[in-house]
């Protein structure tokens, strides 16, 4: 069984940082790509990160240079390292597998512009 439990988001000013965690337990974390998708009020889930099981990393246009998706020595624990936040960055964000995502989804964090 695996659980993917996501933590860190908040209330954020524009150009402000948050980071996130999220710990996956069960099997599959250390063996597999990893991802960051959010969920924006009113629209689909997106990716926004993945780390892939050499480290080398891919980020959605619209936060490349802004986001940081990295692991955890444990590697069950990924993060995500967000700088200079805007507007459009607020959603829930989950992690989760990549490609093939695992159902159920955590419950994600809510990230949302404090503006």
């Known amino acids: 069984q695996v659980l993917l439990v996501e933590s860190g988001g908040g209330l954020v000013q524009p150009g402000g940082s948050l980071r996130l965690s999220c710990v996956v337990s069960?099997?599959?974390?250390?063996?597999?790509?990893m991802s960051w998708y959010r969920q924006p009020p009113g629209k689909e889930r997106e990716l926004v990160a993945t780390i892939q099981r050499d480290d080398s990393n891919h980020y959605t246009d619209s936060v490349k240079g802004r986001f940081i998706i990295s692991r955890g020595v444990a590697k069950n624990l990924v993060f995500l390292q967000m700088n200079s936040l805007e507007p459009g960055d607020t959603a829930i964000y989950y992690c989760?597998?990549?490609?093939?995502?695992?159902?159920?989804w955590g419950q994600g964090t809510q990230v949302t512009d404090a503006s």
């Open positions: 989760n597998f990549w490609p093939n995502t695992f159902t159920p």
């Open positions: 069960g099997n599959g974390a250390s063996i597999t790509a």
